[in-house]
């Protein structure tokens, strides 16, 4: 009985490897080719930038192809301001440019006999009367030193308000993608004074200074970024329900039809810095 139980155990790990190894190649169509579009402009006086590229298929390892020669411009309803191409791809406003809190910006594309559009509102941003660190734990030693950043702050009181917090290490800015950043809603908050509420977790040391950025963002742009969010932190199993392009405000005035990628932001931005002790 022992030697079946052997010849048995052997038969199952061969079965076992020899199916766990068997190469499945899967060919995929061509997508269709969509216009990606990257922009924010903020309250500060300074240039602002657009990027325009366009999307590839799944297993194209390339950078995304950039879109030079288009015509591009931003409006409040009153004044256009046209962008300047510095580099392909990339479309910037003159230095001196500002929005302001309250209006309404559109951005407009013009590019292969085909228009784009979409827009967003400055919204008011809050601002903090104080910040502060709290030494997070590691259940490894070795671990990198992490620490929560708290703010005192009053939230503004109208309801609706939502916010992006992003973080600057020693002057480098260090959210540079979507899990190094915190969005929040007032839902739960509105109108009331935050008392140590956590904007977002660093990696840091001692003596290192950190400057806190906060922007103001529409409701719109907060679900498309929870959904973006959703979809790149949950865990891939054979049981997750497969990715899907999250739209963004763009539209393609010509060809209604067609999907534009990307998203154009207007925000309001308030910083605060402190040294870690």
Not at 89 to 116: Q, R
Not at 259 to 268: K, R
């Amino acid at each position: 009985m022992k030697k079946v139980f052997i010849l048995l155990a052997v038969l199952i790990g061969f079965l076992l490897n020899t199916s766990c190894k068997k190469e499945i190649n899967i060919t995929l169509k061509s997508s269709a080719v969509r216009l990606v579009v990257d922009g924010l402009i903020t309250d500060e006086g300074k240039s602002h930038i657009v990027k325009i590229t366009q999307s590839s298929n799944y297993f194209n390892n390339d950078p995304e192809p950039e879109v030079s020669g288009a015509i591009v411009s931003i409006s409040d309803g009153n004044m256009i301001t046209s962008l300047t191409e510095t580099e392909p791809g990339v479309y910037e406003t003159p230095s001196d440019f500002k929005g302001e809190i309250g209006k309404t910006y559109s951005l407009d594309i013009k590019y292969n006999k085909e228009e784009y559009s979409g827009s967003s509102l400055i919204k008011p941003v809050m601002t903090v009367d104080s910040i502060y660190f709290q030494k997070i734990q590691n259940e490894n030693p070795n671990d990198p030193q992490r620490y929560r950043v708290l703010i005192n702050a009053q939230e503004l009181p109208e309801q609706g308000d939502c916010y992006a917090f992003y973080y600057y290490k020693n002057g480098v800015f260090m959210s540079d993608t979507l899990n190094r950043a915190n969005i929040i809603n007032d839902d739960f908050s509105n109108g009331i004074y935050l008392i140590g509420f956590r904007a977002l977790n660093v990696t840091a040391s001692p003596g290192d200074t950190i400057t806190l950025e906060i922007r103001s963002i529409t409701r719109q742009y907060f679900d498309y970024l929870k959904l973006i969010m959703a979809q790149t932190r949950t865990p891939n199993t054979p049981f997750t329900g497969p990715p899907a392009n999250v739209e963004g405000n763009m539209k393609d005035i010509t060809d209604k039809s067609k999907q534009v990628m990307g998203y154009f932001t207007a925000s309001a931005v308030y910083r605060k810095t402190a040294i870690i002790m």
